[in-house]
């Protein structure tokens, strides 16, 4: 029983290019979690999806940011034009139900860096 | 979500048991304790959580106050393998079912020989 995979794991991008980032959750997960953690700091929820839908997005950024979870298929964050800021390491998570009766399997996490 | 509180750093002498305490002063009474773990530059790992009563598993136990305001993780025999940041999340039900599990800067555990 696989874990939860994300790829790649290290994305090198040029400042105005654009980052895509997939998750594919654990077997029998519809619940999955983004999250960012700058240097030396926390994580930071961005968004949480189930099969098709965005449920909130709260965390997300308004612009240049956007993520999916098609139904067939794994679950993309995709930055547009990206900046030094986006720098971070990037971990998804999925539950099989919601969150606060389950606990959540993190992936190994994408770390993004811009030049 | 309740606001959680944790030491921002403790060590512990490997083989001792490493006591983790965190507070929740604002805690619902629907709102479970989690715990995870970051070991440097991994994806948080689950640990244990708890409503009202202590639980035990094979990683840890986790001890709840009467109160529910406060509540302590021990790792009963710290191994050098235990070091990481140690993060207590209290979660609850919000609208449109979504729960937002929210990491501070959680208790940075250093075991040392």
């Known amino acids: 029983n696989a874990g939860v995979m994300q790829n790649p794991r290290h994305l090198v991008r040029r400042r105005g290019q654009e980052a895509r980032l997939r998750c594919s959750p654990m077997?029998?997960?519809?619940?999955v979690y983004w999250y960012r953690q700058l240097p030396e700091e926390g994580l930071k929820f961005m968004v949480y999806?189930?099969?098709?839908?965005?449920?909130?997005e709260s965390g997300m950024p308004k612009e240049r940011f956007s993520a999916e979870f098609p139904k067939e298929g794994p679950s993309i964050l995709r930055i547009q034009q990206v900046v030094r800021g986006d720098s971070a390491a990037y971990f998804c998570?999925?539950?099989?139900?919601?969150?606060?009766?389950?606990?959540?399997?993190f992936g190994p996490g994408t770390r993004l860096t811009v030049l | 979500d309740a606001k959680t509180t944790q030491p921002p750093s403790m060590d512990c002498a490997e083989g001792r048991a490493a006591n983790l305490p965190c507070n929740h002063s604002?805690?619902?009474?629907?709102?479970?304790v989690y715990w995870y773990r970051q070991i440097h530059s991994q994806g948080p790992q689950y640990i244990i959580h708890?409503?009202?009563n202590n639980e035990t598993n094979e990683m840890a136990s986790l001890i709840i106050t009467e109160d529910r305001k406060s509540s302590t993780l021990i790792l009963p025999h710290a191994t050098l393998r235990d070091t990481a940041v140690y993060y207590c999340i209290v979660r609850a039900l919000r609208l449109r079912g979504s729960y937002i599990p929210t990491f501070g800067r959680g208790t940075s555990l250093i075991v040392h020989p």
């Open positions: 999806l189930q099969k098709e839908n965005i449920i909130d």
């Open positions: 077997k029998g997960h519809s619940h």
């Open positions: 708890g409503l009202k």
């Open positions: 604002t805690i619902s009474g629907n709102e479970y």
């Open positions: 998570a999925s539950s099989p139900g919601l969150a606060g009766v389950n606990e959540q399997f």
